[in-house]
T-cell receptor
C-alpha cells in the first residue's frame, strides 16, 4: 500500500526558532500534498495545498510567511514554521495524493510540535 | 460553505455492542466520503471510502452507507471490541477534504 513518511514525529524547541517538517511519499508519486493542523480534541483543519513545482495555495487565515511550504519533487514536501511561538504548538499532519491516477489522499503519522 | 458534523461526539459502550456513528454534511456536491480512525497522538488510518455514486462499502465488521441527497453517512461497527477504541472521523472530498468533528469511542471489556 501507499506509504507516507513524516519526520520528525515530535519536536520541542524554544520560541523564536524555525522548525522544518518533512513529508515523503515512499512508493508513489505525489502530485499534490496537503498540510493539516489539529488542536487537542479538535478535527483536522487544512492549512495549504501544494502541487509539485508550484506555489502552495493557503487556506483563509493561514499566514503564508509563517508557514513556508516547499514541494520541489514528486516525493517530498516540507513545512517550515518560521519564528515559532507557543501558539504554534499543535499536531501537524501531511497527506500525499497522486491526482493523475485519481488516488485518495494517504496520510503521514503526524508531527507533535511543542514551542516553549 | 461545506460543514461536516458528527454525532455523537463521544460514546462509551461495553464490548460486543453494535454501534452506529453518524456524519452529516451540508453540501451534497462531493466526490466521495471517507471514514478514518485516529488513535491518540497518531495519524489517520483510512477505513472506508464511498464514491459519490455508491451507497455503501463494507470491510470486515465495518459498514458505511452514504445518502448524498440527504447529506448523511453512517458507520456501522458490528460486535465492538476494546481495540476499536479510538476517534472516528468522516471527511467529504470536494477537491479537498473537509473533516467532521469526530466521535471519540471507548469500548470497555
Amino acid at each position: 500500500g501507499a506509504v507516507v513518511s513524516q519526520h520528525p514525529s515530535w519536536v520541542i524547541c524554544k520560541s523564536g526558532t524555525s522548525v522544518k517538517i518533512e513529508c515523503r511519499s515512499l512508493d508513489f508519486q505525489a502530485t499534490t500534498m496537503f498540510w493539516y493542523r489539529q488542536f487537542p480534541k479538535q478535527s483536522l483543519m487544512l492549512m495549504a495545498t501544494s502541487n509539485e513545482g508550484s506555489k502552495a495555495t493557503y487556506e483563509q487565515g493561514v499566514e503564508k510567511d509563517k508557514f513556508l511550504i516547499n514541494h520541489a519533487s514528486l516525493t517530498l514536501s516540507t513545512l517550515t514554521v518560521t519564528s515559532a511561538h507557543p501558539e504554534d504548538s499543535s499536531f501537524y499532519i501531511c497527506s500525499a495524493q497522486d491526482r493523475l491516477l485519481d488516488q485518495p489522499q494517504h496520510f503521514g503519522d503526524g508531527t507533535r510540535l511543542s514551542i516553549l | 460553505k461545506q460543514e461536516v458534523t458528527q454525532i455523537p461526539a463521544a460514546l462509551s459502550v461495553p464490548e460486543g455492542e453494535n454501534l452506529v456513528l453518524n456524519c452529516s454534511f451540508t453540501d451534497s456536491a462531493i466526490y466521495n466520503l471517507q471514514w478514518f480512525r485516529q488513535d491518540p497522538g497518531k495519524g489517520l488510518t483510512s477505513l472506508l471510502l464511498i464514491q459519490s455514486s455508491q451507497r455503501e462499502q463494507t470491510s470486515g465488521r465495518l459498514n458505511a452507507s452514504l445518502d448524498k441527497s440527504s447529506g448523511r453517512s453512517t458507520l456501522y461497527i458490528a460486535a465492538s471490541q476494546p481495540g476499536d477504541s479510538a476517534t472516528y472521523l468522516c471527511a467529504v472530498d470536494t477537491d479537498k477534504l473537509i473533516f467532521g468533528t469526530g466521535t471519540r469511542l471507548q469500548v470497555f471489556p
